[in-house]
């Protein structure tokens, strides 16, 4: 393999490690407001043993997040530095602005939510949670605004030519809403939430099916139960939008989506499926007209199809087209949990329902193969391009970079990442198991036990 394969792979491989705990950080922060927020109105001590539980985590998954997310910056300059010699002035801008409005609120406020409980009054700790969860949210709109600015260029002018063109923004406000930011950053936004809940329900299932904080649990699942069903149907309306956009501005990526190759009216809509490249067709389960009605509202209307571009511009359909399907079908079994855990709920039977209560516990993986699914999705049906109709991947790349090099970092970082994902998987085991106890139990344990920790 070349650099510009193995670099892909390298960034691939960083991104969607690193992809585990924003989402995370973000959903458990407005799980945090919640909670926090039931303990002020209603006094119940409870709500606020929860929020220290859950900040604790939250802790956990923020640190993973920061030292994660640093090595995509270094990876700009040493793997793509034509890529970013091109686009530097435009996510200089966006990124500035994270450090501004997101790092430096998190910072700031991150302390008092960690080690204030005692020190300021409730008012002031939940302003500072309030505060930590708009910063996580802040943070994901810049990275959303430089992405969906890849997918849809607006507001910039390119100077200079050959190797020495680069993208110089004309309107910093065409940037930041771009045709596709505000779609996705909804799409993203409402994921992290859908993350947040089902992390919730998984911990709430497992003391459930332990019989352990029990009082808590059922609180948690009260909580979290409804939030994860809302947000499933907000995301079926966001998918849609999104699908209609991506039609619009990235017919290409839409048509891998779906396996259409050749553009006529009544295009089908693939259910499941499996991609024929050699004789360009699809073959599984779809519904007649369905593409079209749903893109279009009209059966008629064709759906642009890959016929209409170079076959050297067609992405990858195979791999494009199963990730894009998995998200999806994710998507419905996440829907199917939470409709089937609602309807038990509600009727006082989810504890008897222990085959239920084990599907919670491992629900916790589902929004997380469906964000992976969905980022690969998104980013591979772009290709072959870096930066949509501007700049193709293959001249993003560092030209003096060997193949030996990118080896060498990618076995460094799997060593790397598979200790850090086993150190948060042991911290987050610890935590769970220790639960949400009360100040004056954790007190008495610390006591009595002299080499707690």
């Not at 991104?15 to 407005?30: C, E, K, N, Q, T």
């Not at 909670?35 to 640190?63: H, N, P, S």
């Not at 007649?288 to 571009?309: E, I």
């Not at 998995?326 to 009727?347: D, E, Q, R």
Request: contains cysteine; hydrophobic residues 50%.
């Amino acid at each position: 393999m070349d650099a510009l394969i193995l670099s892909r792979i390298q960034f691939a491989l960083n991104i969607a490690f690193h992809f585990i705990y924003p989402p995370l950080s973000i959903g458990i922060g407005v799980f945090l407001v919640i909670m926090e927020g039931l303990y002020l109105k209603t006094k119940d001590r409870k709500y606020q043993q929860l929020t220290k539980f859950w900040v604790k985590i939250f802790g956990l998954t923020f640190a993973l997040g920061v030292s994660t997310g640093l090595v995509q910056v270094f990876a700009f300059g040493t793997n793509w530095a034509r890529y970013s010699r091109f686009v530097g002035d435009v996510f200089g801008s966006a990124l500035a602005f994270e450090g501004i409005f997101a790092f430096f609120l998190e910072a700031g406020f991150l302390g008092v939510l960690l080690f204030g409980w005692n020190k300021v009054k409730p008012s002031v700790h939940f302003l500072s949670t309030i505060c930590v969860c708009l910063g996580a949210h802040f943070s994901a709109v810049w990275i959303i605004v430089v992405n969906s600015w890849m997918q849809t260029p607006a507001g910039y002018k390119i100077i200079g030519e050959g190797e020495n063109a680069r993208a110089v923004v004309t309107d910093i406000w065409q940037v930041i809403f771009n045709p596709s930011s505000v779609d996705r950053l909804v799409h993203v936004l409402i994921a992290c939430w859908t993350a947040g809940a089902f992390f919730v329900l998984s911990v709430a299932a497992y003391y459930l099916l332990k019989k352990k904080h029990e009082e808590m649990a059922h609180k948690m699942v009260k909580i979290a139960l409804p939030f994860a069903f809302v947000v499933l149907i907000m995301q079926l309306f966001s998918g849609d939008s999104s699908a209609k956009l991506v039609a619009k501005y990235q017919p290409a990526k839409l048509a891998a989506f779906e396996g259409v190759f050749e553009t006529k009216p009544y295009t089908p809509i693939s259910v499941a499926g499996w991609v024929d490249m050699e004789n360009e067709k699809v073959y599984g389960l779809k519904i007649p007209a369905g593409l079209s009605l749903l893109t279009y509202h009209n059966p008629k209307t064709p759906v642009t199809g890959l016929d209409k571009f170079p076959k050297e511009e067609w992405p990858n359909v195979r791999v494009v087209f199963q990730t894009y399907h998995i998200m999806i079908a994710v998507w419905g079994l996440m829907f199917l949990i939470s409709l089937i855990a609602m309807f038990y709920f509600w009727k006082g039977k989810l504890q008897e329902k222990r085959w239920l209560l084990w599907a919670m516990v491992f629900s916790v993986v589902l929004p997380q193969i469906a964000m992976q699914a969905g980022w690969f999705s998104a980013e591979m049906g772009r290709q072959p391009w870096v930066v949509y109709n501007l700049l193709k991947t293959a001249s993003g790349v560092t030209k003096s970079l060997a193949p030996v090099q990118v080896i060498s970092s990618i076995t460094m970082f799997l060593f790397i990442y598979i200790l850090l994902f086993a150190l948060f998987i042991f911290l987050l085991d610890r935590k769970i198991k220790h639960g949400p106890v009360d100040d004056d139990e954790e007190e008495a344990r610390v006591y009595s036990d002299p080499y707690h920790t």
